[in-house]
């Protein structure tokens, strides 16, 4: 049974950090690629960075290029999210996603995802 389990959310203030966790079961970690998207109330679900399963390669989008970081730990089957300097644009419902295919211009979508987590919120205060 596949299970993509989220945690660490909460309330933080601006300016802070997070870190956010995702333990993956019934999938080969170390042979898949991951990715973390997020949803705010009343927008669309939006992308915020992916790994691939080789090399280390990773993608982010723009909005968090420097602040975000997307590390994986094969041996635990867990995926992170490391979020710093935390503004309140960053309040939304995150979730982690197993990628079925990768996209070469970082642009990545839900048609680029086979599994997803449930979520854990994430809310940045003023």
């Known amino acids: 049974q596949v299970r993509l389990a989220e945690s660490g959310g909460g309330l933080v203030q601006a300016g802070g950090s997070l870190r956010l966790s995702c333990a993956v079961s019934g999938l080969p970690f170390s042979s898949i690629g991951l990715a973390w998207f997020r949803q705010a109330p009343g927008k669309e679900r939006e992308f915020v960075a992916a790994?691939?399963?080789?090399?280390?390669?990773?993608w982010d989008h723009d909005s968090v290029k420097g602040r975000f970081t997307i590390p994986k730990d094969n041996g635990k089957n867990i995926l992170y999210l490391h979020m710093h300097r935390l503004t309140p644009e960053a309040t939304a419902q995150y979730s982690c996603a197993n990628l079925s295919t990768y996209s070469e211009s970082g642009n990545f979508g839900t048609p680029n995802v086979r599994y997803w987590g449930l979520g854990t919120q994430v809310t940045v205060s003023a």
């Open positions: 790994i691939a399963h080789y090399g280390g390669q990773s």
